[in-house]
C-alpha cells in the first residue's frame, strides 16, 4: 500500500490549501516602515525554519498516533453504515413504499373522483367583461 503513495504530492485533493501560509501572508512591513535588510531577511529565514521544525517534530510525536485514531474513526464510521445506517435505511425505504402504495392507493380512490367533479364544474364557468 506504500509504494503507491506520491511522495511529492500530498495534497491530491487540495484539502488543506488553506492552512498554506507563507511569510508574506503573516508578516508585511508597510512602505515607510521597513526594517534593516538583514533584520527582515533573517526573520524570514527564522520564521521558516521555526515553522518547519515545529511541524516536523508535530508530526514525529503526534502523525502516527493521530493517524491510528483517525484510522479507527473511519473504521467505525463504515462499521457503522455498513452494519447499522444502511440496513437501518432500507428497512425504512421497504415499509414506507408499502405506506406510498397504501396511501397513494387511497388518494386515487377516494380524492382524485371528487377532484375531477370539482374540476368538470368549475371548467364550464365563463367570466364576462361587463
Excluded at 26 to 48: M, Q, R
Excluded at 70 to 89: K, M, N, R, S, Y
Excluded at 102 to 116: K, R, W
Aim: hydrophobic share 40%; glycine share 6%.
Amino acid at each position: 500500500m506504500a509504494d503507491s503513495l506520491d511522495m511529492d504530492n500530498r495534497d491530491p485533493n487540495n484539502l488543506n490549501d488553506h492552512v498554506k501560509v507563507l511569510f508574506e501572508d503573516v508578516i508585511a512591513e508597510p512602505e515607510g516602515a521597513h526594517s534593516i535588510d538583514c533584520v527582515w531577511k533573517l526573520s524570514y529565514t527564522c520564521f521558516n525554519l521555526w515553522k518547519g521544525c515545529c511541524y516536523n517534530i508535530l508530526s514525529i510525536f503526534c502523525g502516527c498516533p493521530l493517524a491510528m485514531c483517525w484510522g479507527c474513526e473511519f473504521a467505525a464510521i463504515t462499521f457503522q453504515h455498513v452494519w447499522q445506517i444502511t440496513p437501518c435505511l432500507r428497512i425504512w425505504m421497504i415499509n414506507l413504499g408499502c405506506a406510498q402504495k397504501f396511501f397513494g392507493t387511497c388518494v386515487n380512490c377516494c380524492l382524485a373522483p371528487i377532484c375531477e367533479a370539482c374540476g368538470m364544474f368549475f371548467s364550464n364557468i365563463q367570466v364576462k367583461n361587463g
